[in-house]
């Protein structure tokens, strides 16, 4: 993930922003009672890394089968490959088969609607990507839209219309990236209220370089995070720690799931952070979410 990505990060102040005023009335409209237990679906942002190859997948793993072994050590997957291309019937069967029990893929809307489209004159496209992603079945979880960086507030009245045409209950969350979106708060304010009236959810991304993404703003019970370390830099671990802390109160508060992307660098330790972020996970919030099994790579020639 480059968005926001920086070589340097002495300087960034990675403490979380407080809460936007209208997380706690949407997480008030959504508490249960009693509470319903809360549940994660977490993991790393990719599956075919040949570098996991004797850490997480076996060491005879071919890399046609990394997608089933990846289901078997986490429980999701931001799926950005329906970025690119809208996966056929028979893709989705595939990742279907190979998917463990109760594994959730979270595809990312394709880019010719959100990018070069930017949503206009794409019903068709649309109705193709709804159609497919709906066949994975109960091991769909949320899908996310990410807006072009070009897609400013000016096209609020564009974004509204396209969510409107969304098959009913479709989950979705959205992904702003114009700063716009962020500098004006009545424009935000009226943003946040639009996607609760609608059932959308938002995205959040904990990146250095940008740290006006991190809004903290709710509009349903369910929370997605791309999250991005830096190859298991000490602050990876305090932010993990924040962010624990915060997810322990907003399940107090009324959030059912949260979806966690984690972005490491070029990934080859994901499964490493991912590991803490479970651990944590567990201890804090009461969840009891399997962590990966991490083996140690054999290094040829150093067992003598």
């Not at 609608?198 to 006006?212: H, I, P, W």
């Not at 995070?225 to 962010?243: C, I, K, M, N, S």
């Amino acid at each position: 993930m480059d968005f926001g990505k920086l070589e340097d990060i002495s300087k960034v102040d990675f403490t979380l922003p407080p809460d936007h005023p209208f997380t706690g009335q949407v997480l008030a409209h959504f508490k249960a009672s009693p509470p319903k237990s809360p549940t994660c679906f977490i993991g790393p942002p990719i599956w075919a890394n040949k570098e996991w190859v004797g850490k997480i997948y076996p060491t005879t793993a071919k890399e046609k089968d990394f997608l089933f072994h990846y289901t078997r050590q986490f429980n999701s997957i931001e799926l950005n490959v329906t970025h690119y291309q809208i996966p056929s019937e028979a893709t989705i069967q595939r990742w279907k088969e190979a998917a463990a029990p109760g594994f959730r893929f979270c595809p990312k809307w394709p880019q010719t609607i959100s990018h070069e489209y930017q949503l206009k004159g794409v019903d068709h496209l649309s109705h193709e990507f709804t159609t497919a992603v709906l066949g994975l079945g109960e091991h769909l979880g949320t899908t996310f839209l990410q807006l072009g960086p070009a897609f400013d507030t000016y096209q609020f009245k564009t974004l509204e219309h396209f969510l409107k045409q969304l098959p009913l209950d479709f989950p979705i969350a959205v992904e702003f990236r114009h700063p716009d979106w962020f500098s004006n708060n009545a424009i935000w304010q009226k943003t946040v209220e639009m996607l609760y009236e609608l059932g959308v959810g938002t995205v959040m991304s904990d990146v250095a370089g940008r740290r006006d993404v991190l809004h903290m703003s709710l509009t349903t019970p369910t929370v997605t995070l791309r999250f991005v370390g830096h190859e298991l830099h000490p602050t990876d671990y305090t932010r993990v720690d924040a962010w624990v802390q915060r997810l322990k109160t907003w399940y107090q508060q009324g959030v059912q799931t949260a979806y966690i992307f984690v972005h490491c660098g070029e990934n080859i330790n994901a499964p490493e952070l991912t590991k803490y972020w479970i651990e944590q996970l567990n201890k804090h919030c009461g969840l009891s979410l399997q962590p990966p099994r991490i083996q140690p790579k054999v290094v040829q020639g150093s067992l003598f």
